[in-house]
């Protein structure tokens, strides 16, 4: 290798971190700025009442629950989304300067934020095989054969 080339590298490699690091950065400001953010998509919700008002429907109930569920989830896949990019804000930071250089307040938060998404992620693993195994009315017991099923050949 040529002297000098190693350092021609290091340096393209700094540059593209840090063209890499502004992106993350306009990244995680859009977010927080747009409709998508976790406070502005929180905030948008819809009463019981504007699914079928006083009387009682109840499928407007299991639409309601329906869209509870749906906000919800997008609220936490928001939120989930911003810590994502802060984390991997630090991590360019990190890899930048040498993650030993970090200040130990960006490691903290760093490892703060793994932590709450590995632990929201298996939170709702947990949750959606709950559910589908309640939406199949198993509860771990095999399925049955439905009756009208004509591709069972017989």
């Given at each position: 290798?040529?002297?000098?080339e190693?350092?021609?590298?290091?340096?393209?490699?700094?540059e593209?971190?840090?063209?890499?690091?502004?992106?993350?950065?306009?990244?995680?400001?859009?977010?927080?700025g747009?409709?998508?953010?976790?406070?502005?998509?929180?905030?948008?919700?819809?009463?019981?009442?504007?699914?079928?008002?006083?009387?009682?429907?109840?499928?407007a109930?299991?639409?309601?629950?329906?869209?509870?569920?749906?906000?919800e989830?997008?609220?936490?896949?928001?939120?989930?989304?911003?810590?994502?990019?802060?984390?991997?804000r630090?991590?360019?930071?990190?890899?930048?300067?040498?993650?030993?250089?970090?200040?130990?307040?960006?490691?903290?938060?760093?490892?703060q934020?793994?932590?709450?998404?590995?632990?929201?992620?298996?939170?709702?693993?947990?949750?959606?095989?709950?559910?589908?195994?309640?939406?199949?009315?198993?509860?771990?017991?095999?399925?049955?054969?439905r009756?009208?099923?004509?591709?069972?050949?017989?």
């Open positions: 290798m040529p002297p000098g190693s350092g021609a590298d290091l340096r393209r490699g700094l593209a971190l840090t063209t890499f690091k502004k992106r993350v950065d306009g990244l995680l400001k859009t977010l927080e747009s409709a998508g953010s976790p406070t502005k998509v929180e905030a948008q919700r819809i009463s019981r009442a504007s699914f079928s008002g006083p009387g009682t429907f109840h499928e109930s299991g639409l309601y629950a329906q869209y509870n569920n749906v906000h989830r997008l609220v936490s896949l928001s939120k989930t989304l911003g810590l994502q990019i802060e984390s991997m630090i991590a360019v930071h990190g890899a930048d300067i040498g993650f030993d250089n970090l200040e130990e307040e960006q490691r903290r938060r760093f490892w934020i793994q932590t709450r998404v590995d632990r929201d992620h298996r939170e709702y693993t947990q949750e959606q095989r709950e559910r589908e195994a309640a939406e199949r009315g198993q509860d771990g017991k095999t399925e049955e054969k009756t009208d099923d004509t591709t069972a050949g017989y």
